[in-house]
Nanobody, 123 residues
Framework: VQLQASGGGLVQAGNSLRLSCEASGRTFSRYSMAWFRQAPGKEREFVAGSSYSGRTSYSDSVRGRSTISRTGAKNTVILQINTMEPGDTAVYYC??????????????????WGQGTEVTVSS
């Protein structure tokens, strides 16, 4: 399994960020996919997720200004965050859940991870 993330970089506060992650190596339609992020000195945290059935959820920090979606055969997950803030600065990781037909926001339940893409928000 490989997860290839793209779309990170330097973003000005107030602008939007769009991250894409393409997964390959097996069928992903029965698995949840999610985005996590880790800021310097902090633990990895859930940002947004999309379940096998299409249900989505968001962390409090991005709810209302972000959208997660899956495309193709549900093997690509896209995260868009609007009105970016300096507090959104982190390395962003996409991940695939470890169990079929199961959805969680806990990173311990995700066993396939992308390489991480760094996002820096300038004020």
């Amino acid at each position: 399994v490989q997860l290839q993330a793209s779309g990170g970089g330097l973003v000005q506060a107030g602008n939007s960020l769009r991250l894409s992650c393409e997964a390959s190596g097996r069928t992903f339609s029965r698995y949840s996919m999610a985005w996590f992020r880790q800021a310097p000195g902090k633990e990895r945290e859930f940002v947004a997720g999309s379940s096998y059935s299409g249900r989505t959820s968001y962390s409090d920090s991005v709810r209302g200004r972000s959208t997660i979606s899956r495309t193709g055969a549900k093997n690509t997950v896209i995260l868009q965050i609007n009105t970016m803030e300096p507090g959104d600065t982190a390395v962003y990781y996409c991940a695939v859940g470890s169990r079929q037909y199961y959805y969680t926001q806990d990173p311990v339940d995700y066993d396939e991870w992308g390489q991480g893409t760094e996002v820096t928000v300038s004020s």
